[in-house]
């Protein structure tokens, strides 16, 4: 199955740009109410994921004194952690992404210039195996 069926695409998942400031990705992540979210630069290239612990960490560290005015001042990057969930393009097969999204919430998808063109969710993946061996069991 190619996952294309599968893909929120962009225009549908929230995502952050990497020159947004820690206090304006926080309001945005919360404001989804999301655990993890997608990070692109300004030319729409995939550069990692910012999730709700690398926004603990720096509240814990650059907040000193309950004064999250300094949240304005640090950009998104400087708070990603160097784990960076793997990003699949759209010829990548069904069995790797099951593997992937054993460690993520969502894979995102990028296409053969590492654009961003949106995301698969566990969700997805794992509706996708239970029909394929409930057809099976037919």
């Known amino acids: 199955m190619n996952l294309l069926f599968l893909l929120h695409p962009k225009s549908t ?36 994921t910012v999730s709700e612990g690398d926004f603990l960490y720096a509240v814990c560290e650059y907040s000193k004194g309950g004064n999250l005015k300094q949240l304005e001042k640090i950009k998104l990057t400087e708070i990603m952690r160097d784990k960076r969930d793997k990003a699949v393009t759209v010829s990548e097969k069904m069995d790797e992404l099951l593997l992937l999204i054993m460690q ?8 053969d210039r590492n654009t961003f063109i949106g ?3 566990r969700r997805d993946i794992i509706k996708y195996y239970y029909n394929k061996e409930k057809k099976e069991n037919e």
């Open 13 to 48: 998942v929230a995502y952050l740009t990497s020159n947004v400031t820690v206090r304006q990705g926080l309001e945005k992540m919360r404001a989804h109410g999301y655990t993890a979210i997608p990070v692109i630069n300004p030319e729409g290239e995939y550069v990692g």
């Open 119 to 121: 995301i698969v969710t």
């Open 104 to 111: 993520q919430n969502f894979v995102p998808v990028v296409d």
